[in-house]
């Protein structure tokens, strides 16, 4: 499965949408997702191009799909 791709072109934010279950995933990656606001399956947020969002989105991007805003 392809991981998310972050874009540099993405300057404003990402849209990000949770597209799999964190059921059987590592406790860290759960508390990852909790840090982005992300409950349940396809809800999506917005959050900042920062580096720490940048780093969040690495860490679990095999659950997400991410979209320049």
């Not at 279950?21 to 920062?50: E, M, Y």
């Amino acid at each position: 499965m392809p991981t998310a791709k972050i874009s540099e072109a993405a300057s404003k934010g990402f849209v990000i949408t949770l597209r799999r279950s964190p059921i059987g995933t590592p406790q860290k990656h759960r508390r990852v997702l909790s840090g982005l606001g992300l409950r349940k399956i396809r809800q999506t947020v917005t959050r900042p191009n920062t580096p720490q969002v940048r780093g969040m989105i690495g860490k679990v991007g095999y659950l997400l799909e991410v979209q320049p805003q």
